[in-house]
């Protein structure tokens, strides 16, 4: 019997920091350079200060407030920043269909969502945050916490400048290009996580002796990434108050339970390939499957159901998937009712998810993501196939499991710390709609060498954004809250293409096939996971026997692709061969229902295959990776 590759979902990424993403503000910066800083370094700083307005003024300025106008992803709206030394800085930027709030306030940080929830920032963007606002008023022009060089010269806008560089500890650079002789600059480079964003300033202006930018554009590495951002008024030292940076008190629930209850009745899931939760739902009085994804950065409605609700999305923002980065439009005002509760008025990305429901073997209408899981306590019940949700001010855990700590990640994200084959513990992200058991990103296992010594094939996966390739090995032992796993199948990003996986903030990602084994608590109000063991805990790990990679087209099975070293390579299957029955039944769409059952057999089972052409031909399950 056959496989499809096992498909994240979506594991999108649709926040703040990707539609306003701010450069320096030319002009907010300077401060004696520290000894340690370079020669040719520390000349060019000063020659920058200098044009500046001079260090007087740079170290007078204590806040600085700006008012103006955003143009991002074909919509435009207003946009307002906050910034005061001691690391405090609220961001504000409404789009009508998107209207939302982050606030740095010293060592952490919170946001006010696209649906209109308060959640914990992630600490790698306080991380950026701080650094960023640490340029506005001069930091890193002291060494603080960068190493300052001269990475030589470049050629922009018709001119040669000198690169002013400064490379944090986890190797994030801010490329400042300086006229040598003026100290004039107009342009910032910024490379985050491996992602490169230019900014262009202009319409340069004098505001209490400095130098500041009234017009920035924003280039990142795709079109959609593009932004203009107009000061229409800019001050410095107001005197910003304290309770700018404080988050407001609580407000309605965006999620409501129904009247007079704190815990939702136990209702059925259909555990799709024993991973995929999907939910009896309905979105704006239409009845729909919900595929619950705590990897989703926020709802997505597919293309299909958003015409047929007659939904208008708005702009065409970028949303970052597994497989890389696609245009999401997004609408606002929705309600989705499922599992007993109503969320609304609820936002949501619209994407074409036609494609990722072909390779998953069914659609995918709409996506649930983070809301839910901010909202309440979210008891999903794998073994037990069945959930509930609780009121989290009154939720109180009492029962047998362990508790595992959830860390604030990247927009309104949860991540947790494992062990991987006995080693430190490691941080990676908490996503119920990642199919797999473990994703493992390329500069850990790079570092750790995981891929030598082990057998290891090849698989063809992705989601939203296309599809990858992945190594694939089993891992020794994985250990979650304690419970140590063996034998764990496991997925290896090998290759750069731009998506959520791409990146060197996190270890890995850790899916269903891993939580799947638990019922799961998932607390975020406490930042606490509970994990209960199922009766198959200790169960050896499902893996793919067959090396072949399916895919329903023209009323046939499409290999898409042969895994190396597995049975299907060494019987010579071959890419675009078409598979018309198994053993003897017809192949259909509904045969991706049954595919993991036969696929993963025990090794030795044949399964015997008719080809388009009528000739038949059997293949031997058997352990490859």
């Known amino acids: 019997m056959i496989r499809s590759a096992r498909r994240p979902l979506s594991a999108l990424v649709l926040s703040l920091a990707q539609l306003l993403v701010p450069g320096r503000l030319s002009g907010q910066t300077a401060a004696p350079a520290a000894p340690a800083v370079p020669t040719d370094a520390a000349a060019l700083v000063e020659k920058h200060v200098a044009w500046l307005g001079g260090r007087e003024a740079l170290d007078g300025l204590r806040d600085l407030s700006l008012d103006g106008t955003i143009r991002v ?45 308060i959640e914990p920032m992630g600490r790698e963007k306080v991380t950026r945050l701080r650094r960023t606002l640490g340029r506005t008023f001069g930091r890193h022009l002291r060494g603080d916490g960068v190493v300052t060089s001269v990475a030589g010269t470049e050629t922009r806008g018709g001119r040669t400048w000198s690169v002013l560089r400064f490379t944090y500890p986890d190797g994030d650079v801010c490329d400042v290009l300086v006229d040598p002789a003026t100290g004039e600059s107009r342009y910032e480079r910024s490379i985050v996580d491996g992602r490169t964003t230019w900014t262009t300033s202009s319409d340069v202006r004098v505001v209490n002796g400095l130098r500041i930018a009234a017009r920035q554009e924003i280039e990142g590495e795709t079109a959609r990434q593009a932004q203009s951002l107009t000061w229409e008024t800019i001050a410095g030292n107001r005197g910003l108050d304290d309770t700018l940076f404080s988050p407001p008190a609580p407000a309605g629930s965006l999620v409501r339970l129904p009247t007079g209850r704190t815990t939702t009745d136990w209702v059925p899931v259909d555990l799709y390939r024993k991973r995929y ?148 513990p490691v941080v990676v992200g908490l996503d119920t709609g990642q199919g797999g058991a473990l994703s493992v990103f390329r500069h850990y296992a790079d570092a750790r060498r995981l891929l030598e010594g082990r057998p290891v094939s090849e698989r063809r996966g992705g989601g939203v954004g296309g599809a990858t390739l992945s190594k694939l090995a089993t891992l020794r032992s994985v250990s979650v809250a304690g419970y140590d796993l063996r034998n764990v199948p496991a997925t290896f990003q090998t290759t750069d293409v731009g998506g959520a996986f791409d990146t060197k903030r996190q270890e890995g990602n850790l899916g269903a096939g891993i939580l799947a084994r638990f019922r799961v608590l998932f607390d975020y109000a406490r930042s606490a996971l509970w994990l209960e063991p199922g009766p198959g805990l200790a169960a050896p790990f499902p893996k793919d026997k067959t090396g072949l990679d399916l895919d329903w087209a023209d009323g046939a099975l499409v290999v898409e692709h042969v895994a190396p070293g597995s049975p299907a390579a060494a019987t010579g299957w071959k890419e675009g061969e078409r598979v018309t029955a198994l053993d003897g039944e017809p192949a259909g769409p509904e045969s991706w229902r049954t595919e993991v059952r036969w696929s993963e057999a025990p090794a030795g089972t044949k399964v015997r295959f008719t080809l388009a052409d009528g000739t038949e031909r059997t293949l031997a399950l058997a352990e490859y990776y």
């Open 73 to 117: 992803a074909g919509l435009s709206g207003s946009l307002s920043v906050r910034a005061r030394r001691d690391d405090r800085q609220r961001t504000e930027v409404d789009l009508k269909v998107l209207r939302s709030v982050e606030v740095l306030s010293g060592e952490d940080g919170w946001e006010r969502n696209a649906s209109g929830q």
């Open 277 to 424: 939760v999907y939910l009896a739902g309905e979105l704006n009085g239409v009845a729909t499957d919900v595929v619950l994804d705590s990897g989703a950065g926020m709802t997505v409605v597919d293309r299909a159901l958003a015409e047929k609700l007659k939904l208008r999305p708005e702009g065409e923002l970028e949303a970052r998937g597994t497989g890389g980065n696609v245009g999401a439009g997004l609408v606002a005002g929705l309600t989705l009712k499922v599992a007993g509760v109503e969320i609304a008025p609820i936002s949501a990305a619209v994407i074409d998810l036609s494609d990722v429901g072909r390779r998953l073997g069914r659609p995918l209408p709409v996506i649930l993501g983070k809301e839910l899981f901010h909202a309440l306590v979210v008891d999903l019940d794998y073994p037990g196939s069945r959930l509930r949700l609780h009121d989290a001010a009154s939720f109180r855990y009492a029962g047998p499991g362990r508790k595992v700590d959830l860390l604030p990640a990247e927009d309104g994200h949860k991540s947790l710390r494992i062990s991987i084959e006995g080693d430190a």
